[in-house]
């Protein structure tokens, strides 16, 4: 069991600090409009903007089906932010109908 919550697709909040961690082909097949993209890869070497991003509110994090995310929460936690994942992922998300849009402007899907 996860020391980090999972939020629901239907229970992000409007509001809500919204960082993607796939991989750039993965962003640009599809991505939640108003999400921040910076992939795993380039998380060490990115948290001050992530914790500039984040402020004081809490950081939800997501990846294709939430596997990435679970290795990233501890190190991000451990840098001071309040972490969660978007349970299900960018899959949870497409599938349940949230707005999405792609680099190209083509029909989003998840890759």
């Not at 919550?5 to 097949?29: K, N």
């Amino acid at each position: 069991m996860s020391r980090f919550p999972d939020v629901p697709v239907t229970d992000l909040p409007d509001d809500a600090v919204f960082l993607d961690i796939r991989e750039q082909h993965e962003w640009d097949a599809g991505h939640a409009p108003g999400a921040v993209h910076i992939p795993l890869g380039q998380i060490a070497e990115r948290l001050d903007e992530i914790r500039d991003l984040a402020g004081d509110r809490q950081l939800i994090v997501t990846c294709k089906g939430g596997g990435r995310v679970r290795r990233t929460l501890p190190s991000l936690s451990e840098y001071g932010l309040d972490v969660a994942n978007l349970e299900g992922g960018m899959k949870a998300w497409h599938e349940a109908g949230k707005a999405m849009e792609s680099a190209d402007g083509s029909t989003p899907t998840v890759a």
